[in-house]
């Protein structure tokens, strides 16, 4: 169950600026996006060179031609990390061309369900409505979930640790006055989430991770803070419902469950409040309203850390070991809430893939491929190790 669209206008009026400052128009809200993603685009955000070497150097398995059709992530368009990749692709394979239809990851899985892409890149992981929907087209009228196609995932590149719209990581911040370090991946469950009976593990309902309200975390006494802290309430400062943001936390904390504290204040962006037309997005407000409230707690990125917060460091093997929030620790996937960015395709059961997707998919996942990452400077590649993951996909 998601909840809390509804408070998203609400929250901006109370935290963030006069109502007449801002507007939440869908077009003024567009236009302001796109001011801002120019920008960005148009940036190498990271200089550091990461060690590729252990990544395979692109072979070809097999000379393919034809048309490769892709539907989805216009960030790798934006950047022209895409036009990079196309090129070199074709040196190996003079024979292929692309037709792309890159303007959002929310049009991925309609055009695999149409039929009319061949691969799907996404800078977000599918919605359970999105797996569904493929899921009951696959099954060509025959019995739900049982179809004569699947859908493959490949892990094509791992997100930023600070670009807006590149994929970032995601933080926990608390007010900078907060004694508080660090936190276990299931201490944030209990402070984001509330009592649960089951939950989604990509279309499978599990009951396993059901909690009861016991392990709910209300207070910062319940986390061992004394003094004036112990009794004080945690306030959580988030996203609307609509947001992707609360499916990657649901599916990483909250085991898929849905179920949020009723603790919350939701927010979204907004146009009408930067000098230069920018959009002003939902997690600089809610680090705005973090930074006024020393007894709360935000998910976001670090592009919207201010001087009144901080990040703390997480744990995701039950507190044998906190990670920080850094590029080091996003790059090399030690971080519990790093994002990925991903390809979908359909495949037959019991047949091989496509072989122009194996190999365009085999040079993302090389060295050349993400070479070309590392040069664009927002998406960050991947280790040999989650390459190799990925690459079995393909088999």
Known sequence: MRIFAGLAVLALLVVAAPADAQTTDADALSKARAIGNKARSERRFYDRKFDLSGLPAYTPERQVAGTIRQWGNNYLEDSGLMAVWEAAFRRYHPGIRFENNLYSSSVAFPGLIAGVADIAPMGRQALWDELKGLEREGAKGGEEGVGETEVVEIVMATGSYNVRGWTFALGVFVHKDNPIAQLTIEQLDGILGARRDGGWNGLTWDTSVARGPEKDIRTWGQLGLTGEWADKPIMVYG????????????????????????????????????TDGSLTAGGELLMNGLANDRYGIAYTGIPFLNDRTKPIALSGDDGKTFVPLTLETVQDRTYPLIRDVYYYFKRE????????????????????GQQAIQADGKYLPLTPAAARAQLSKLE
Not at 254 to 266: I, P
Not at 349 to 358: C, F, L, Q, R, Y
């Open 239 to 274: 996203y609307n419902a609509k947001y992707h943001f609360n499916d990657e936390i649901d599916k990483k904390v909250l085991k898929g469950s849905g179920r949020w504290t009723e603790q919350m204040r939701a927010f979204s962006n907004a146009a009408g409040l930067k």
């Open 349 to 368: 059961h019991g047949k091989p893939v496509d072989p122009k997707i194996k190999e365009f998919l085999r040079f993302v996942l090389s060295r050349e």
